[in-house]
């Protein structure tokens, strides 16, 4: 079938650029799946009108390859209208994206240029529109025709981490293949195209702890047992590479910090076996005796120690706690220890986890021991009475010195040192009564009126002696007591009743209730009709509180019962080193106005040392100012002075005066001098004669040269080297040296120049004719 005006256009795909494929498809349909349609008609034969529908080509896309930088534009792909016959009368247009800065067309030819580099990533496809129109005219001849051209992509973006660095954690001592994190790379190439976009992970450092899936970047723990004790973190670096991991793919890297977190795996540790404690047998309970700690390197929860005793002998003695910042196990002292009695305690601790990961049992059990040894110091105690309280009668009017009764009390220390007694002067201020101080036999220095005073109370203190040592008081039942050294007893007391139930009698002590709560005695019933007051603190002053008035109520177990509330007068006293009384009365207390003689023993010794500093920076000063060396008049002596200037050896000359050592007598006449050239020299010595020049035979010359030599004043007194320019007989034109002139040209004779020949004219006329007018000249002046 013949084609006739069919407005087609067609499309050519350009293959632009190496191994890169491009395709566009070209349908041809026969039922006008282009949007132009053009009818035409014809008359047949016989007068029927033909009516046809025109058969357009159908594209859908162009390619073109990008990040191109080639000089030349690239060619894209050709437009073709069949209406074009080639004769220049059909004009191309080119609209849409990039048409006319991009894009451009040959309105000719129909071809299509990429004038810019194109990346697809910027922008990856392209909606043109090209149409044919009648060059004169503009007029289409064809419907417009949209296609589209797509940037085809290279391999030119590299995979790129965009949440790095990583953190990670995974529990130490995990199984080999525990997942750790994930990583994930992005590439910005066209995943549908080629292996531009597909990625694969590998591990360049952490190995071999760590590996990562090649496909989906899932980091995982690669060895077993992997400790946080021993390391805690590890650098993994990830890489991830496009064309499939191949050759010549582009990659990126990220790093991951991956942490190993603690899990319960160490079991506590004590660092000794054996803990050596001690404590004084005079400390209180509560008193810390030591401490000790097992070891634990898990953290947290997982390091916590709890710690118990589980046996020894001192489990009631001692108790234990734990210090919450410290996390130590501290020993404490339960009840008081005797070092009489028992010296060494032993107890047994056990610091166990108190919480265990049941995953780890079999690594138990999560627990140590540790023996404790507590041995008991000796403490020095002071003497202990036999009683209490004593009670002694004596007849009135008896006679100085009877016998009133014996008090005894002994040292508890193993040393059982001797006691001495005495009776406080507070106690029996009118001194009625001694003791002897060895056995403790209290007797009366005078006669006693009981109708005067019917009770006296007295206290007796006992105490160590040759020692320094503490002393303990025991007194007789008495409302009045003197307080000047502290202890924690400080007195019991007892009670009279004038009733008569002879040993049926009973008291009972207690403190009245508006003192009940001081913060300064408490009272202790002994429930044998005495009571013990006792002191609850330290530092009572004078200045503050001289006296201390204590409400005491006394009940008796008569029927019906008695009570009575008495005041107990404690006063301080002002006492010396030996527990005597100085003053019990109210006195003022004036600090004194000047310095106590220590200070000014100190002040004085400041102003002695200021003086000698003051007197020794003075003589220094003196001192500096004398010479280093002192010259005495009677102190002359002859000097060597040394002079590091070496000379010049032997062939120095010029040092010093030769002729001055070798001919003493010359250093009275005239000495040459040294620094400059002499213009005269010194005249041979007669007697010797000059050897000529045409001289016999050498060795005369060098004899004369030699006896010459010996006989110069000025010649040096080693022997040197001697250089003369004399040739010796044998020679025809003998000495040409002028080293053997030793006076002036004049004594030269040239005449034999002008018997050499031809070849010695020049010289014969340059020095026989100077000679020649030099004798004229001297014979002259001898005429």
Not at 202 to 221: H, K
Not at 599 to 614: E, S
Not at 676 to 700: F, T
Request: charged share 25%; proline share 6%; glycine share 8%.
């Amino acid at each position: 079938m013949r084609r006739e005006g069919l407005g087609l256009l067609r499309a050519f795909l350009v293959l632009v650029g190496v191994s890169a494929l491009c395709s566009v498809t070209c349908l041809l349909s026969s039922k006008g799946h282009v949007s132009l349609h053009r009818h035409r008609q014809r008359t047949g034969k016989e007068g029927q009108v033909l009516h046809r529908s025109k058969r357009g080509w159908v594209w859908n896309q162009f390619f073109v390859i990008e990040e191109y930088t080639g000089p030349d534009p690239v060619l894209v792909g050709r437009l073709h209208s069949d209406v074009d016959s080639g004769d220049g009368n059909i004009k191309y247009i080119l609209s849409g994206e990039g048409a006319g800065t991009i894009f451009v067309i040959d309105d000719k030819t129909g071809n299509i240029h990429a004038t810019k580099t194109l990346d697809r990533e910027e922008q990856a496809q392209y909606t043109l529109t090209a149409q044919a129109v009648a060059r004169d005219t503009n007029k289409p001849l064809e419907p417009p025709s949209e296609f589209i051209v797509k940037v085809q992509d290279i391999n030119d973006n590299p995979p790129e981490f965009l949440h790095g660095p990583y953190y990670a954690s995974v529990p130490e001592m995990s199984n080999v293949g525990t997942s750790v994190m994930q990583v994930t790379a992005t590439d910005a190439d066209d995943p549908t195209y080629g292996n531009s976009a597909r990625l694969v992970y590998s591990i360049l450092q952490g190995q071999p702890y760590f590996s990562v899936e090649p496909q989906t970047g899932i980091i995982r723990t690669a060895l077993p047992s992997m400790d946080r004790e021993a390391r805690q973190e590890y650098d993994v670096v990830i890489q991830a590479k496009d064309m499939g991991g191949h050759m010549g793919g582009l990659s990126g890297t990220t790093e991951v910090k991956i942490t190993l977190t603690d899990v319960n795996d160490n079991p506590p540790k004590f660092p000794q076996s054996v803990y050596p404690m001690s404590i004084s047998e005079d400390k209180v309970p509560g008193e810390e005796v030591g401490r000790l700690k097992a070891k634990d390197p898990d953290l947290g929860d997982n390091g916590l120690v709890k710690y118990n005793i589980i046996d020894g002998d001192g489990m009631g003695i001692f108790e234990l706690s734990t210090d919450s910042e410290t996390r130590e196990a501290v020993i404490k002292l339960k009840k008081t220890v005797d070092y009489e009695t028992k010296r060494l305690y032993t107890l047994k601790v056990e610091g166990s986890n108190p919480h265990v990961d049941p995953q780890f049992l079999a690594w138990g059990p999560y627990k140590d021991e540790a023996t404790i040894k507590i041995s008991v110091e000796d403490a020095d105690e002071p003497p202990v009475f036999i009683a209490h309280s004593y009670t002694f009668e004596v007849e009135e009017n008896a006679p100085e010195g009877t016998l009133v009764g014996r008090v005894h009390a002994k040292d508890t220390d193993v040393a059982n040192n001797p006691v001495s007694y005495r009776i406080p002067q507070y106690t029996d201020v009118e001194q009625f009564f001694s003791i002897n101080p060895e056995d403790g036999m209290i007797t009366t220095t005078r006669p006693l009126d009981r109708e005067t005073q019917a009770w006296h109370n007295i206290s007796v203190s006992a105490k160590e002696t040759g020692t320094l040592h503490m002393s303990s008081g025991e007194t007789n039942p008495a409302f009045l007591i003197v307080l000047c050294v502290f202890f924690q007893l400080i007195e019991t007391v007892s009670a009279v009743d004038k009733d008569e139930m002879a040993n049926r009698q009973h008291f009972t002590f207690s403190l009245a209730p508006e003192v009940a709560h001081n913060h300064n005695f408490s009272l202790k019933d002994n429930r044998d009709s005495t009571a013990s007051i006792y002191v609850l603190r330290k530092g009572f002053s004078r200045l503050t509180q001289d006296v201390y008035f204590l409400p005491v109520e006394i009940n008796d177990n008569g029927f019906p019962a008695m009570s009575s509330t008495n005041t107990l007068t404690i006063r301080v006293c002002s006492c010396d080193s030996k527990d005597t009384i100085l003053s019990c009365n109210v006195e003022p207390y004036v600090l004194p106005a000047g310095l106590s003689t220590g200070a000014l023993i100190a002040i004085l010794a400041c102003i002695v040392i200021l003086l000698a500093i003051v007197v020794l920076f003075v003589a220094l000063r003196r001192q500096k100012k004398e010479p280093l060396i002192v010259f005495e008049e009677e102190d002359i002596r002859e000097n060597i002075i040394t002079y590091d200037d070496e000379g010049g050896g032997e062939e120095d000359t010029e040092a010093f005066d030769i002729a001055t050592l070798q001919n003493p007598d010359g250093a009275n006449g005239f000495l040459p001098r040294k620094d400059i050239k002499p213009e005269l020299q010194y005249p041979i010595r007669p007697g010797i004669g000059r050897p000529a020049a045409n001289s016999v035979d050498v060795d005369d010359f060098i004899k004369t040269r030699i006896a010459e030599a010996d006989s110069d004043p000025t010649a040096p007194p080693y022997d040197s080297i001697q250089i003369y320019g004399y040739e010796g007989r044998g020679s025809l034109a003998g000495s040409l040296s002028s080293l053997e002139s030793v006076t002036t040209e004049s004594d030269l004779d040239y005449d034999y120049l002008q018997s050499w020949g031809p070849r010695f004219k020049k010289l014969a006329d340059l020095y026989g004719t100077k000679d020649c007018s030099i004798n004229d000249a001297d014979e002259g002046e001898d005429s």
